[in-house]
């Protein structure tokens, strides 16, 4: 025992190889799942995409702030909280019509914390998927180069079967790594513009409401 570790430490080069080769299974799920997720979620964010409301406009908004305005001065929140639904039909601006609740506190301090909570909400999600545009790369490097290496003993021992049996791993893999990452970009970059989008109406509306 004391052998081996005192060969480790004399070259440790010799250890490097056995802890790679063990990263390579669990990297390997890790990425199959990334797959899976991104597909999935891919299919969420089409759906959303498909179902944003195509009919927004600065007079809808100013019509919705304006209704609840009057009937905020005329006591009647949960009808403000009715009347500021007519934002739209989008995701961010349902959610925050949601934290509304009945409209007993409708001050412009808890408007504003409730519109930083949106944000947050959209963070999170675009959180989501920004991630994999990151880690997609690096994913797909470490399964390429790992298999790298049995490929080039095989290279050198003659062996052409186990010789490309490590390359189509290694470049399989990689494609898959850049698919996921190529999903995860468009989904973040087209969600980030919608989700912008809507926090400025829900900001301008709430700027006419003068509460």
């Known amino acids: 025992m004391l052998q081996r570790l005192g060969s480790y430490i004399a070259h440790p080069e010799g250890i490097m190889y056995?802890?790679?080769?063990?990263?390579?299974?669990?990297?390997?799920?890790?990425?199959?799942?990334?797959?899976?997720?991104?597909?999935?979620?891919?299919g969420r964010f089409t759906l959303e995409m498909i179902r944003r409301d195509k009919t927004r406009s600065m007079h809808q908004i100013e019509g919705a702030a304006a209704a609840a305005r009057m009937s905020i001065a005329a006591n009647k929140p949960n009808q403000a909280v009715v009347d500021l639904a007519g934002?739209?039909?989008?995701?961010l601006t349902v959610q925050f019509v949601k934290m509304l609740g009945s409209g007993t506190d409708l001050t412009r301090a808890r408007l504003l914390k409730l519109?930083?909570?949106?944000?947050?909400l959209a963070t999170k999600r675009l959180d989501r998927t920004r991630v994999w545009i990151r880690l997609g790369p690096i994913i797909g490097l470490i399964t390429t180069l790992?298999?790298?290496?049995?490929?080039?003993?095989?290279?050198?021992?003659?062996?052409?079967?186990?010789?490309?049996?490590?390359?189509?791993?290694?470049?399989?893999?990689t494609v898959i790594a850049l698919l996921v990452s190529g999903m995860a970009f468009v989904m973040s970059m087209f969600r980030e513009?919608?989700?912008?989008?809507?926090?400025?109406?829900?900001?301008?509306?709430?700027?006419?409401?003068e509460v």
């Open 18 to 42: 056995p802890v790679a080769t063990a990263l390579f299974y669990p990297i390997l799920v890790l990425l199959a799942t990334a797959l899976f997720y991104n597909v999935f979620e891919f």
């Open 87 to 91: 934002l739209g039909s989008n995701w």
């Open 115 to 120: 519109l930083a909570e949106t944000e947050m």
């Open 146 to 173: 790992i298999p790298i290496s049995p490929a080039l003993v095989a290279l050198a021992k003659g062996n052409l079967e186990v010789l490309s049996a490590n390359l189509v791993i290694a470049f399989s893999t």
């Open 193 to 209: 513009r919608a989700y912008t989008q809507d926090v400025g109406d829900i900001e301008y509306a709430l700027e006419l409401l």
